[in-house]
Nanobody, 122 residues
Framework: QVQLVEFGGGLVQAGGSLRLSCAAS????????MGWFRQAPGKERELLAA???????YYTDSVKGRFTISRANAKNTLYLQMNSLKPEDTAVYYC????????????????WGQGTQVTVSA
Protein backbone atom coordinates (compact mmCIF):
# COMPACT_ATOMS: atom_id res chain seq x y z
CA GLN A 1 0.00 0.00 0.00
CA VAL A 2 1.14 3.57 -0.64
CA GLN A 3 0.02 6.90 0.84
CA LEU A 4 0.10 10.00 -1.35
CA VAL A 5 0.17 13.72 -0.52
CA GLU A 6 0.15 16.48 -3.14
CA PHE A 7 1.87 19.86 -2.80
CA GLY A 8 2.30 22.92 -4.94
CA GLY A 9 -1.14 24.04 -6.00
CA GLY A 10 -2.14 27.66 -5.94
CA LEU A 11 -3.24 30.67 -7.92
CA VAL A 12 -1.38 31.62 -11.08
CA GLN A 13 -2.06 33.92 -14.02
CA ALA A 14 -2.69 32.56 -17.46
CA GLY A 15 0.58 31.79 -19.21
CA GLY A 16 2.32 31.08 -15.94
CA SER A 17 3.80 27.90 -14.51
CA LEU A 18 3.41 25.68 -11.47
CA ARG A 19 5.09 22.52 -10.34
CA LEU A 20 3.09 20.00 -8.39
CA SER A 21 4.74 17.41 -6.19
CA CYS A 22 3.37 14.19 -4.81
CA ALA A 23 5.14 12.63 -1.87
CA ALA A 24 4.64 8.91 -1.45
CA SER A 25 5.12 6.83 1.65
CA UNK A 26 4.90 3.13 2.00
CA UNK A 27 6.58 0.33 0.22
CA UNK A 28 8.07 0.00 -3.22
CA UNK A 29 7.25 3.38 -4.76
CA UNK A 30 9.38 2.52 -7.77
CA UNK A 31 7.24 -0.50 -8.57
CA UNK A 32 4.04 1.53 -8.97
CA UNK A 33 2.92 3.33 -12.05
CA MET A 34 1.91 6.90 -11.21
CA GLY A 35 -0.46 9.41 -12.67
CA TRP A 36 -1.77 12.93 -12.37
CA PHE A 37 -5.50 13.51 -12.65
CA ARG A 38 -7.67 16.59 -12.37
CA GLN A 39 -11.32 17.28 -11.74
CA ALA A 40 -12.99 20.57 -12.51
CA PRO A 41 -16.40 21.50 -11.08
CA GLY A 42 -19.17 19.67 -12.87
CA LYS A 43 -16.74 17.55 -14.87
CA GLU A 44 -15.45 14.02 -14.61
CA ARG A 45 -12.01 13.31 -13.29
CA GLU A 46 -9.53 12.89 -16.14
CA LEU A 47 -6.10 11.36 -16.45
CA LEU A 48 -3.63 14.01 -17.59
CA ALA A 49 -0.26 12.31 -17.48
CA ALA A 50 1.15 9.01 -16.35
CA UNK A 51 4.53 7.44 -15.80
CA UNK A 52 5.09 3.72 -15.80
CA UNK A 53 7.43 1.97 -13.41
CA UNK A 54 9.89 1.70 -16.30
CA UNK A 55 9.73 5.41 -17.08
CA UNK A 56 7.37 5.39 -20.04
CA UNK A 57 5.06 8.39 -20.15
CA TYR A 58 1.59 9.17 -21.38
CA TYR A 59 -0.13 12.54 -21.85
CA THR A 60 -3.66 13.40 -22.77
CA ASP A 61 -3.91 15.66 -25.81
CA SER A 62 -4.96 18.77 -23.91
CA VAL A 63 -1.69 18.95 -21.95
CA LYS A 64 0.83 17.61 -24.47
CA GLY A 65 3.69 20.05 -24.90
CA ARG A 66 2.69 22.03 -21.80
CA PHE A 67 2.87 19.54 -18.91
CA THR A 68 5.71 17.20 -18.01
CA ILE A 69 5.47 14.28 -15.61
CA SER A 70 8.55 12.96 -13.88
CA ARG A 71 9.39 10.75 -10.97
CA ALA A 72 12.29 10.66 -8.55
CA ASN A 73 12.22 7.15 -7.19
CA ALA A 74 15.04 7.81 -4.74
CA LYS A 75 12.90 10.54 -3.18
CA ASN A 76 9.58 8.70 -3.48
CA THR A 77 8.24 11.74 -5.28
CA LEU A 78 6.21 12.38 -8.41
CA TYR A 79 6.18 15.75 -10.16
CA LEU A 80 4.05 17.57 -12.68
CA GLN A 81 5.59 20.62 -14.31
CA MET A 82 2.82 22.75 -15.78
CA ASN A 83 3.70 25.52 -18.22
CA SER A 84 1.60 27.87 -20.35
CA LEU A 85 -1.33 27.46 -17.99
CA LYS A 86 -4.79 28.37 -19.17
CA PRO A 87 -7.95 29.25 -17.23
CA GLU A 88 -9.43 25.93 -18.35
CA ASP A 89 -6.67 24.16 -16.40
CA THR A 90 -8.38 25.27 -13.20
CA ALA A 91 -9.26 22.15 -11.20
CA VAL A 92 -8.35 20.01 -8.24
CA TYR A 93 -5.29 17.98 -9.16
CA TYR A 94 -4.72 14.50 -7.77
CA CYS A 95 -1.83 12.09 -7.92
CA UNK A 96 -2.54 8.41 -7.96
CA UNK A 97 -0.76 5.09 -8.03
CA UNK A 98 -1.46 1.67 -9.38
CA UNK A 99 0.25 -1.66 -9.51
CA UNK A 100 -1.45 -3.74 -12.16
CA UNK A 101 -2.84 -3.20 -15.60
CA UNK A 102 -2.04 -0.43 -18.05
CA UNK A 103 -0.57 2.78 -16.62
CA UNK A 104 -2.54 4.88 -19.12
CA UNK A 105 -5.94 3.48 -18.09
CA UNK A 106 -7.68 5.43 -15.33
CA UNK A 107 -9.50 2.39 -13.99
CA UNK A 108 -6.23 0.81 -12.88
CA UNK A 109 -5.33 3.48 -10.31
CA UNK A 110 -5.96 2.29 -6.80
CA UNK A 111 -4.32 4.76 -4.42
CA TRP A 112 -5.13 8.46 -4.34
CA GLY A 113 -3.94 11.65 -2.72
CA GLN A 114 -6.30 14.22 -1.23
CA GLY A 115 -5.87 16.69 -4.09
CA THR A 116 -4.52 20.19 -4.46
CA GLN A 117 -6.34 23.16 -5.98
CA VAL A 118 -4.92 24.88 -9.04
CA THR A 119 -6.58 28.10 -10.13
CA VAL A 120 -5.55 29.92 -13.30
CA SER A 121 -6.80 33.47 -13.65
CA ALA A 122 -7.39 35.08 -17.03
Amino acid sequence: QVQLVEFGGGLVQAGGSLRLSCAASGRSFSSYFMGWFRQAPGKERELLAAASALGLTYYTDSVKGRFTISRANAKNTLYLQMNSLKPEDTAVYYCAAGASGSYYASINYRYWGQGTQVTVSA
